[in-house]
Each structure stands twice: as structure tokens, then as C-alpha cells.
């Protein structure tokens, strides 16, 4: 068996798993989205899982790749970054970060939660609580 053939088996085996442990149906599209998204740090487009899932054997339609990112974000696989007005970013590491964005070629880089701090924060509206921080900087060449 060659090491690439071995890598992708054992991807395959790592997103079944991580499917399986989060209690969602491992059906064949959902394990591909896994193998592309959840076995490695990533940040990638709905268009982009797309494009991947072309250069493998099968289809998956636009409607299941959204349908599965939905899923992917309720149960806590994957973040999901609104970028702009038009794209957003799925992301596949849920420990606590931040982001840059370059907004030249769209590229997202992680910051570590220590790199970033805040020396005060707004007062909350009465009954409510702070959930999470997302912050996203963003990016572009100099001239």
C-alpha cells in the first residue's frame, strides 16, 4: 500500500469517526465533506468544498454541500465566518480564535486568543451574556 493511499484511508477512517461521534449518519456525501473540512485545519468556501468534491468520484449537489455545512455548524464541527455581504468561510477549528482575512486573495489566517487582547468590553443589554468573540481583521497589500 502507498503512503498516499494509506493517508487517505486513514482520513476516510478519521472523518467516519468524528462523524459517528457527533451522532450524524455517516452516508457517503457527509464522509467526503468530512475527509475535505474536519481532518484538518481548514478555512474554506461552500464553492470551494464544491470544487473539491468534483474531483472526486460521485456528486454531491450544492444543496447537500450547504445542507451538510449546516449541519456541520449546529453540532459544533465547524465555525462558520461571515466574511462579507457575499461569502462566508467555513472553519474546522473550534478551539477559541481570530482571524485575518487578506482581503486581496480571501485568505484566512488563524490568531491565537493570546495574541489579541481587549482592554474593556461594552456593557451587555440586561439578561444577556457573552457567548463567544469572533474578531476578523482584515487585510490588504500596501501599495
Known amino acids: 500500500m502507498t503512503s498516499e493511499l494509506a493517508t487517505d484511508t486513514d482520513r476516510a477512517g478519521r472523518a467516519r469517526t468524528i462523524l459517528e461521534q457527533n451522532g450524524i449518519r455517516p452516508t457517503m456525501q457527509r464522509l467526503r465533506m468530512a475527509e475535505i473540512l474536519l481532518t484538518a485545519p481548514r478555512h474554506m468556501t461552500a464553492e470551494q468544498i464544491l470544487v473539491a468534491l468534483q474531483n472526486a468520484p460521485g456528486t454531491v449537489s450544492k444543496a447537500t ?52 487582547s481587549f482592554e474593556r468590553m461594552p456593557s451587555l443589554p440586561p439578561g444577556t451574556e457573552i457567548a463567544g468573540v469572533d474578531v476578523v481583521i482584515r487585510l490588504r497589500r500596501k501599495a
Do not use: K, W
Not at 79 to 108: K, N
Open 65 to 116: 454541500v450547504y445542507n451538510t455545512l449546516s449541519l456541520f455548524v449546529e453540532r459544533g464541527l465547524a465555525r462558520q465566518i461571515h466574511c462579507d455581504g457575499d461569502r462566508c468561510v467555513y472553519d474546522s477549528t473550534m478551539a477559541p480564535h481570530h482571524h485575518f482575512q487578506v482581503l486581496d486573495t480571501g485568505e484566512m489566517i488563524d490568531i491565537r486568543p493570546d495574541e489579541l
